[in-house]
């Protein structure tokens, strides 16, 4: 049974325009090579000012993907995010019916 997912990305904000489209591919063949299918991938905020440095980077670019997935490929993405010289931080929630009904717009 799948369930469902979101991530949110913290990503470097001096990518060019090429590199973020080849990571935000990655960031999605991940999921998709795992077995999950996704529902939503956007860039949620573009070059926002971070409230503290991370890696000695100020700003990010937010990227939130929304997926299904077999709770045990968490893992797996887990793994490959944290390989990624591109992400900042990134955190894996996973959402309930309430939340899912919440996301949609009416």
Excluded: C
């Amino acid at each position: 049974m799948k369930n469902s997912y979101e991530t949110m990305f913290i990503v470097k904000p001096n990518l060019g325009k090429e590199e973020l489209d080849n990571l935000f591919a990655h960031l999605k063949d991940a999921v998709t090579k795992n077995g999950g299918d996704i529902e939503e991938a956007i860039i949620w905020q573009e070059k926002k000012k971070l409230s503290f440095p991370i890696n000695k980077t100020e700003e990010g670019i937010y990227y939130l993907i929304r997926f299904k997935i077999a709770p045990a490929n968490v893992i797996k993405l887990k793994e490959i995010y944290k390989l990624n010289d591109g992400i900042l931080r990134f955190l894996i929630v996973r959402l309930d019916e309430k939340q899912i009904l919440a996301a949609k717009p009416v």
